[in-house]
């Protein structure tokens, strides 16, 4: 029971870092930016703050996944906890906006190994358990993290003047890191595996071999097309929030956020069932459909303070967050038992570099469009529709 419950832990403080800087973004560069800010400067590094994260946590989640093999669940874990928490405190210091682009990243490493390993050490721990369940409470303490953050944020609204404080509260899951560093049990699967004579595992090159090659391809597009949209078009919201609400509204943006996490962590709980119950291909489909949809309803039919707005803000959440039930549950079994753990990570964490890539995409169009998030927004939901296509790569035999 204790790793299950550190492991969820350290994916609810995972998630507080994941929705950190789209509920503070435009306060930090307003106050760092000083005379220099303008609203378009401020989506443009929203845009830069986000992607550092992003190819952070895809770093994170190859070398520290991979240093969980090598010295323990526990003790990557634990490191992984530190890392989102120092570094994470440490912007509560930051002087320039380059100072907090370079600390995001750092964040993002621990925020991309915590991932691995901590849904590694559930697995080996607790091996009879329901995969689907396993991977809906896990992907579901992720977005509870989101939403704790929203709930302290509209009691304490963040603003241009008072956002330091928020960084300095990220670092307290250091002492979490640091009980699952000195206390908390190793993975028995792992220990077993200490001393034993182990097969060499299959190179990265094997991945992409005549035979692999497809399915590597399709693998890595289906993971990307969701982290795409759920960053580079859905987050703009909670910055468009902010700056329609304004200072007089501060604790709307939160609101927003809130909303949003709340149909995220049901998201979270229903998209492997569904996967399950639907099957791999209709229920991407329907998943891509209904996020294209919602998303563009979102930007389109509705805006920050309208009576329905965080109705659909909520609807949104909830089907494009049921994808990531979807790849926990499909994504490895795609690929061979010799070559499973290195084509899934591979593919999981292309989708993260691709996140990163088209986020600043997303950056250079919201400056190309003068500053519109509603247009922005619409534009980049069309990155949800490609999943339409997409899926039809994946071949029927590898399901």
């Known amino acids: 029971m204790a790793v299950l419950v550190a492991s969820v832990l350290g994916l609810v403080f995972d998630g507080v870092e994941l929705g950190l800087m789209p509920i503070a973004a435009l306060s930090v560069s307003r106050n760092l930016l000083g005379t220099a800010f303008s609203p378009a400067a401020g989506g443009d590094w929203f845009a830069w703050f986000t992607a550092a994260l992003m190819f952070g946590a895809a770093v994170g989640g190859i070398g520290l996944g991979n240093l969980g093999d090598r010295i323990g669940r526990t003790r990557a874990m634990g490191l992984s906890i530190l890392f989102y928490s120092i570094f994470a405190a440490m912007g ?92 908390l049990p190793e993975s028995p699967a792992w220990l077993a595996s200490r001393g034993s004579l182990k097969k060499t595992p299959a190179p990265l090159a094997g991945l992409f071999r005549p035979s692999l090659i497809r ?22 919201m909670i910055p468009w929030a902010d700056k329609v609400a304004g200072a007089a509204n501060a604790e709307y943006k939160a609101a927003t956020q809130g909303w949003w996490a709340i149909g995220a962590v049901i998201g979270s709980l229903l998209g492997a069932q569904l996967a399950g119950w639907m099957g791999r291909r209709r229920s991407y489909l329907f998943i891509s ?35 990531f039930g979807w790849l926990a549950l499909y994504l490895p079994a795609l690929f061979p038992v010799e070559v499973r753990a290195t084509g899934s990570g591979l593919a999981y964490n292309s989708g993260r570099f691709a996140t990163a890539i088209g986020v600043l995409g997303a950056g250079l169009l919201f400056s190309a469009l003068g500053g519109d998030y509603s247009r922005v927004g619409t534009i980049c939901a069309g990155i949800y529709a490609l999943g339409i296509a997409a899926i039809w790569l994946v071949e029927e035999r590898h399901a």
């Open 92 to 183: 509560a210091w930051a002087q320039t906006v380059e100072q907090m682009l370079v600390l995001r990243f750092l964040v993002g490493l621990g925020v991309g190994g915590m991932w691995p390993n901590g849904m590694a050490l559930v697995a080996e721990s607790w091996p009879g358990a329901s995969k689907p369940l396993v991977s809906g409470v896990m992907s579901a303490g992720l977005n509870l993290g989101i939403l704790l953050l929203s709930q302290l944020a509209r009691l304490w609204p963040i603003t241009p003047d008072s956002w330091r404080w928020i960084f300095q509260l990220s670092g307290v899951p250091a002492v979490l890191g640091i009980v699952v560093l000195v206390a």
């Open 215 to 236: 399915v590597t391809l399709a693998a890595i597009v289906i993971s990307s097309i969701p982290m795409v949209g759920a960053w580079a078009a859905s987050k703009w």
């Open 289 to 323: 459909a209904g996020a294209t949809t919602l998303t563009i309803a979102m930007f389109q039919l509705t805006a920050p303070l309208q009576p329905g707005f965080h109705a659909v803000v909520f609807a949104q959440g909830l089907v494009a967050t049921l994808i």
